[in-house]
Nanobody, 127 residues
Framework: QVQLVESGGGLVQAGGSLRLSCVASGDTFSTFSTSAMGWFRQAPGKEREFVATISWTGDRTDYTDSVEDRFTISRDNAKSTLYLQMNSLKPEDTALYYC?????????????????WGQGTQVTVSS
């Protein structure tokens, strides 16, 4: 099973940008490169929600409506790394951001399909 470690979170003013990274370790070659990967987030007092997902090859992506045109998900299979570029950040983007792997799924956005999760990285956007 792949282990995932997120980084890149922090405190930023509204309108600013952050780039999150998620590095996979363990059985990375076969698992990471053949897993749909996703970003999810959980704000205080709220349920964890889908943010973005990307297919094995990176040619297909999907986003929740609230981040469309502001966030970009990408992956580098050679480095076993997933990214989330976040621009034009808003206070409502404040949350703990998790990356996750959906092993054996080419592409999915269903939270239940993601079996491996990182510990999360905190993003706080001040107004």
């Amino acid at each position: 099973q792949v282990q995932l470690v997120e980084s890149g979170g922090g405190l930023v003013q509204a309108g600013g940008s952050l780039r999150l990274s998620c590095v996979a370790s363990g059985d990375t070659f076969s698992t990471f490169s053949t897993s749909a990967m996703g970003w999810f987030r959980q704000a205080p007092g709220k349920e964890r929600e889908f943010v973005a997902t990307i297919s094995w090859t990176g040619d297909r992506t999907d986003y929740t409506d609230s981040v469309e045109d502001r966030f970009t998900i990408s992956r580098d299979n050679a480095k076993s790394t997933l990214y989330l570029q976040m621009n034009s950040l808003k206070p409502e983007d404040t949350a703990l951001y998790y990356c996750a792997a959906a092993g054996s799924y080419y592409f999915t956005s269903r939270q239940a399909d993601f079996g491996s999760w990182g510990q999360g990285t905190q993003v706080t956007v001040s107004s």
